[in-house]
């Protein structure tokens, strides 16, 4: 599988940006599908994920009720509407493709872009 992250950039905060992924592959729809991110000398953390279902969990201490996840399962994308941006946001964004319903540990996702920068100014 290929997965094709896109939509970085730099923004101010409080501003709005959606990050989207496409994913190569005829079993798109089967898959959990994540974003996390990584801060210069920090490690990759978690940020949100959707399983095939279309139920969608958090990382609720920093992102939680801003930041949404969803899926398009008949375009193999997956999407992050990220609203209220703050400056601790910057980062480098990945989508993942994992097995596991429910995990939000990296170990769990075997498939990973490339990443994309988000830089949010203060």
């Known amino acids: 599988v290929q997965l094709q992250a896109s939509g970085g950039g730099l923004v101010q905060a409080g501003g709005s940006l959606r990050l989207s992924c496409a994913a190569s592959g005829r079993t798109f729809s089967i898959y959990t599908m994540a974003w996390f991110r990584q801060a210069p000398g920090r490690d990759r953390e978690f940020v949100a994920s959707?399983?095939?279902?279309?139920?969608?969990?958090y990382d609720a201490d920093s992102v939680k009720g801003r930041f949404t996840i969803f899926r398009d399962n008949a375009n193999n994308m997956v999407y992050l509407q990220m609203n209220n941006l703050k400056p601790e946001d910057t980062a480098v964004y990945y989508c993942a493709r994992g097995s596991y319903p429910y995990s939000d540990s990296k170990t769990s996702f075997g498939s990973w872009g490339q990443g994309t920068q988000l830089t949010v100014s203060s």
């Open positions: 959707i399983n095939w279902s279309g139920v969608s969990s």
